[in-house]
């Protein structure tokens, strides 16, 4: 028998958590946008395995986990006009959105807790890859909080880890610290003299300083069945662009300065404006 679940339950948000930023901050001021990821044809393959194991005598459960992405609140739909207003006031489009995320993990008030290890690639354009199980059965009751790491932390942020698409077009130059992007975040935005210029928000760990970061979502009052549970994720791309840091996309997407995946300070302000950009979608 399950006890249903109780209503008023204290609420705790977590921020930053165990994984911390190692900005070293060596910069080099590369200009150029370096190549991004080479071709592989090879399918993908899931790598998340079973982590907790509930105690024998607790019930247990199926949890799925999806992500969805918004832009303002509204569904996000990938194309190349600029049907998007950011913070700073650009109009904006995005064509593309790939990502990982790693040790998605749902935590109960109990203590228990069930992970998906290693990491998941999630691409917009992709729906196959923005909802999975967590292995094995949950454990049945109230949950406390759905945290994972945002990009790829060091340990999992290896040359080479990755050797079938898509996950392999995901590299990070070697000559800019190897690796893999934390985050491709793509479209086009309409510059100071009216013209569609292209943005390429690409996230990674510069001359191996770490950028990814700790997300950990409230999720007191949501709980798991015995007939399991969905979650949704939502990340809300305009956030990228502000909270602490309003990007005016000008500054940073321009002919002098096409991208940041060779300039830290963006790479950290980006980081930063991670705070915002995720949260857990009604039920
Ligand atoms: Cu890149």
Known sequence: MNPPPRSLSPRRVLRGGPVVARCSL??????????????DPAPPSPDASVADVPAADAPAAAVAIAFAHTVGG?????GTTTPYTNAAGNSFGVTRLSYFVSGVTVRMRDGRSLTAPGARYLDAAMPATLRFALPGAAPVGELASITFVMGL???LNISGAFTSSPESLMEWPE??????HHMKFEGRYINRAGEPFNFMAHSGGLNRADYSFAVSLDASGRSITASGASFTVRMDVAEWFTGPNTWDLNDYFNATH???MGDAAAQASLRENGASVFSLAAP
């Not at 509204?74 to 990938?78: D, F, G, S, T």
């Not at 000559?175 to 893999?180: I, L, S």
């Open 153 to 155: 932390p060091p340990d």
């Open 175 to 180: 000559m800019m610290g190897g690796g893999y």
């Open 26 to 39: 060596a910069v080099a001021l590369s200009l150029g946008v370096g190549a991004c990821g080479s071709s």
């Open 258 to 260: 096409r991208g940041i």
């Open 74 to 78: 509204a569904p996000l739909a990938l």
